[in-house]
DNA sequence: AATTTGACCAGTA
DNA sequence: CTACTGGCCAAAT
């Protein structure tokens, strides 16, 4: 059977390696749905209710978070990412630990 | 039915 | 570094 978007894209985050990121872009790709970045974003911010899947672990291609800096959802992200020992550069994630090519 | 919006991106200037 | 462009497309207006 095929999946439809969102079955593929939580398949692609839900393979993120703890301690690891990735890109909006590289989810989407490996996801099968080349260049369409948003359709995950889009798809993240409407997660099920107690969904386990590490969203945190999706950052932007400028390495930041995509969200506002005062916002509560910035900070939880900031939290769970540096709890799973990515550092950040001021709002920038550290280039040691960005990078998830899809192999664990 | 038409238009705008959005947890985005890569290229160009 | 910033600013703007076109690409993308389902969902919400």
Redesign the pocket.
Known sequence: MILN?HQQIWLVVSKIPHGHVA???QVAELAGLP????????I??Q?PRGSDLP??R?I???GEL??PLDSNKYQE?KSRLEQEGIQFTGEKISLTTYGWNGVD
């Open positions: 978007r890109t909006y872009g260049r369409q970045a948003r359709a995950v974003g889009s993240l911010s997660l969203w945190h999706v932007n291609s400028r995509s969200f992200q």
